[in-house]
């Protein structure tokens, strides 16, 4: 998705207020919607990436979801299947399971509501190279022992933790 794509800008329930261009979305810290996808293989390893230089949000930084944006007038769950299978370079994806959704707020004017799916993918993947700078699958172990040591995206580490909570 472009700057100049439109999103719905949405309040603290998640209902459509008016709206906006991506990049003054992003620009004005207007509270838009986004998703969340957590990919593993057949072996259940987690899709792990290192986004672009490029990325209009936490460039080079790592990530444990694959995701994004969802447009104007698109629901979460197309949302879902559309980035999953365009950050993963894949089609015929199956429907990423819908899980749970909470507002993301750094607290710093940057604020979204994320919903959180998973899905597995045992297609070869084939990241889009303006999105992934690098991508590997790994355990979970591996995922949090370097949670201390790799910079991520902070979106990313609270979807994660508050998937961590949800499975108990």
């Known amino acids: 998705m472009s700057a100049d794509e439109i999103l719905d800008i949405v309040d603290e329930n998640d209902q459509v207020i ?4 991506r990049g003054e979305a992003y620009a004005r810290g207007l509270r838009h919607r986004c998703v969340f996808i957590q990919a593993r293989d057949a072996a259940g390893r987690v899709f792990v990436h290192r986004r672009t230089t490029t990325k209009l949000v936490f460039p080079s930084l790592y990530d444990m979801f694959v995701g994004g944006v ?17 950050e993963l370079g894949v089609s015929g994806l199956p429907r990423p399971a819908f899980l749970f959704k909470f507002l993301y707020d750094d607290g710093a004017g940057q604020s979204w509501w994320s919903a959180v799916y998973e899905v597995r993918c045992e297609l070869p993947v084939r990241p889009q190279v303006e999105e992934v700078a690098w991508h590997d699958f ?3 172990e591996e ?3 370097r949670l201390g040591e790799w910079e991520w995206v902070p979106d990313g580490v609270a979807a994660w933790e ?4 949800w499975r108990g």
Do not use: H, I, K
Not at 70 to 86: I, P
Not at 162 to 165: A, E, G, V
């Open 18 to 21: 008016g709206t906006s261009p």
């Open 70 to 86: 969802v447009g104007a007038g698109e629901s979460y769950d197309d949302a879902a299947l559309r980035e999953a299978e365009e």
């Open 138 to 140: 790994l355990t979970d």
């Open 143 to 145: 995922v949090v022992s």
């Open 162 to 165: 508050r998937l961590r909570d």
